[in-house]
């Protein structure tokens, strides 16, 4: 199992709900396990987010594409084709309700807000055909350098 971090920077959100970033798994039959997350603020505003299930991607303006340079070993790039989108035309599908909230208060300068998890092991599973959305809590969400940390089979 390779294990591969790739970020980007989001346009930040304005409601309740809205997208951060969408971590999309488009292959048939690999799973990846997000291990770790990391957020840190680039503007001001307050920083309470989850994470949600989604079953289809939705039309992203922004995409990362991972590729060996995001490998850990930098042995292969990643064999699922994962994709992380930061902004979108049209948003995700959201399969469930946020079930894991991250909630860290207001940032009063830029840089001065940082969310980092580790999750515990094997971490999140993102299934075949689906994808990790990280959404708001509460309107007004800044522009964020958000990364993803995952392996998959």
């Not at 991607?57 to 042995?75: F, S």
Request: charged share 15%; proline share 5%; net charge negative.
């Amino acid at each position: 199992m390779g294990m591969y971090s790739t970020g980007g920077r989001d346009a930040g959100s304005v409601a309740t709900g809205d997208p951060q970033s969408h971590l999309w798994n488009p292959h048939s039959t690999k799973r990846l396990w997000v291990r770790a997350f990391s957020l840190v603020c680039t503007g001001t505003g307050v920083e309470n987010v989850g994470f949600c299930r989604t079953t289809a991607r939705g039309t992203a303006i922004t995409t990362v594409t991972p590729d060996i340079d995001n490998a850990w070993e930098r042995d292969e790039p990643p064999s699922s084709g994962v994709v992380l989108d930061l902004n979108w035309s049209v948003i995700p599908t959201i399969d469930t309700s946020r079930f894991w909230r991250l909630s860290w208060g207001t940032s009063t300068a830029a840089g001065t807000s940082t969310i980092e998890e580790v999750f515990n092991y094997p971490g999140i599973e993102v299934s075949p055909g689906s994808g990790l959305q990280l959404v708001s809590e509460s309107g007004g969400i800044s522009a964020s350098d958000q990364t993803f940390t995952w392996f998959e089979e």
